[in-house]
C-alpha cells in the first residue's frame, strides 16, 4: 500500500526567504507525482504535475523535482511571499494509474 | 471555463441523519471524483466515476455512502445515516480523462455532524 509522508507539518518562514518542501513515498512505482496548494476553506489547486520519467517542473518561484528510486521529491519556493501561505499537498499516482495518493501535507505561514 | 461547482458549502446535521452533496464538474471532463479531507489529513478518494460508470470505490463505506452519476455529468453523494466520524470536508473533483492527470477541485462542502 503506498503511503506519503510530508515534512515538515508546519514551517513559518520571514518574507523573502527561500524554503524546500519534502515529500516521500513508499513504491517508488509510480506514474506521476504532483503538487497542489491548499488555501484555507478552499478547494485544492493543481502546481505541478512530475511525469515519472522527468526530474523536475518549474512554474514561476516554484521549482518540483523527483528522485523516484529514493521515493522522494521536494518542492522548493524562492522569494517567498506572504501570499505563499497555505498548506501544500503532495499526492503520487501509482503505474496502474488508479488513483491519487495524499500526503497530509505541509502547512506554510508566510510573515511579513 | 467555468471550474468544478458544489453545494452547499456548509451542512451541519445531527448523527445518524442522512445528508446529500451536489457537484456539477468542469463541462467535457469525462472523470469525476469525491474526495473526503478529514481536518489534519490529505484527501482520500472514496469513488471515481468515468462518465457515468464506476471505476474505483474501494473505499466508499457502502453501508451508509453512496453516489450516482446522472447521465455522466453531475454528480451526488450521500451519507444515510451519518456519524460522528463523518465530519469532514468533501471534495469534488474533475479531470478530463482519468486520474494521471491535473485534476480540478472544487470548494468542497464542510460537513459537521453532532
Known amino acids: 500500500k503506498q503511503e506519503v509522508t510530508q515534512i515538515p507539518a508546519a514551517l513559518s518562514v520571514p518574507e523573502g526567504e527561500n524554503l524546500v518542501l519534502n515529500c516521500s513515498f513508499t513504491?517508488?512505482?509510480?506514474?506521476?507525482l504532483q503538487w497542489f496548494r491548499q488555501d484555507p476553506g478552499k478547494g485544492l489547486t493543481s502546481l505541478l504535475l512530475?511525469?515519472?520519467?522527468?526530474r523536475e517542473q518549474t512554474s514561476g518561484r516554484l521549482n518540483a523535482s523527483l528522485d523516484k528510486s529514493s521515493g522522494r521529491s521536494t518542492l522548493y519556493i524562492a522569494a517567498s511571499q506572504p501570499g505563499d501561505s497555505a498548506t501544500y499537498l503532495c499526492?503520487?499516482?501509482?503505474?496502474?494509474?488508479?488513483?491519487?495518493?495524499f500526503g497530509e501535507g505541509t502547512q506554510l505561514t508566510v510573515n511579513p | 471555463e467555468a471550474g468544478v461547482a458544489q453545494s452547499p458549502r456548509y451542512k451541519i446535521i445531527e448523527k445518524r441523519q442522512s445528508v446529500a452533496f451536489w457537484c456539477n464538474p468542469i463541462?467535457?471532463?469525462?472523470?469525476l471524483y469525491w474526495y473526503q479531507q478529514i481536518l489534519g489529513q490529505g484527501p482520500k478518494l472514496l469513488i471515481q466515476?468515468?462518465?457515468?460508470?464506476?471505476?474505483?470505490d474501494s473505499q466508499l463505506p457502502k453501508d451508509r455512502f453512496s453516489a450516482e452519476r446522472l447521465k455522466g455529468v453531475d454528480s451526488t453523494l450521500k451519507i444515510q445515516p451519518a456519524k460522528l466520524e463523518d465530519s469532514a470536508v468533501y471534495l469534488c473533483?474533475?479531470?478530463?480523462?482519468?486520474?494521471?492527470?491535473?485534476?480540478?477541485f472544487g470548494p468542497g462542502t464542510r460537513l459537521l455532524v453532532l
Open positions: 499526492a503520487v499516482v501509482e503505474t496502474s494509474g488508479s488513483r491519487l495518493t
Open positions: 513504491d517508488s512505482a509510480i506514474y506521476n
Open positions: 473533483a474533475s479531470s478530463w480523462t482519468g486520474p494521471a492527470e491535473t485534476q480540478y
Open positions: 512530475i511525469q515519472s520519467s522527468q
Open positions: 466515476f468515468q462518465n457515468n460508470g464506476v471505476v474505483d
Open positions: 463541462s467535457g471532463h469525462a472523470t
